[in-house]
């Protein structure tokens, strides 16, 4: 497995891994699911921030990705990131997750980031064993603060200092 930096022509598979989740998971909170142009202007945006987007790779084929976003929009916010990782359904369980996340880490500290913070929504045990496992520790819950698949969810949230 190899790791890279995203580019737009990667949009077309990272929607597609990404779109599994937003029809069948209450993970992400869109409903509706996302077209390549819009996940290639999401690319765009995190280059233009210079905040890493990253893929893993498996014989030519992206298997995940992972990427940071601005925590806040305000000024004093700027050290602080939120994280996403999501893989390929047939690709779970195989250590993709964690080497991308540390991949992504990596990345963050060299940019001299001080905070990421990772939502989770709940229940989730294996994200949750993924980011203690990375050394996040929890630091919040929210109830009841997404409505999708008939239901109620509640949200959890984990913190690195780097």
């Known amino acids: 497995m190899d790791i890279r930096p995203a580019e737009q022509d990667d949009a077309a598979a990272i929607a597609a891994i990404y779109n599994h989740y937003v029809a069948t998971t209450c993970i992400t909170f869109e409903t509706e699911p996302v077209s390549t142009v819009e996940m290639a ?19 030519g084929a992206i298997t995940g990705y992972a990427y940071a976003s601005k925590w806040k929009g305000r000024c004093a916010y700027r050290y602080s990131v939120e994280s996403t990782v999501y893989l390929d359904q047939a690709r779970k369980g195989c250590g993709i997750g964690k ?10 500290r060299a ?12 229940p989730n045990d294996a994200s949750i064993a993924l980011h203690e496992r990375l050394g996040f ?17 509640d949200v959890g949230y984990w913190q690195l200092l780097l």
């Open 137 to 153: 520790e929890r630091v919040a819950h929210f109830k009841r603060v997404g409505f999708k698949q008939e239901r109620w969810i």
């Open 111 to 122: 940019r001299e980031m001080q905070t990421v913070i990772g939502g989770i929504a709940l």
């Open 99 to 108: 080497a991308l996340y540390a991949a992504l880490i990596d990345a963050l």
């Open 41 to 59: 202007g999401r690319i765009g945006e995190g280059h233009d921030a210079k905040l890493p987007w990253l893929v893993s790779v498996e014989g």
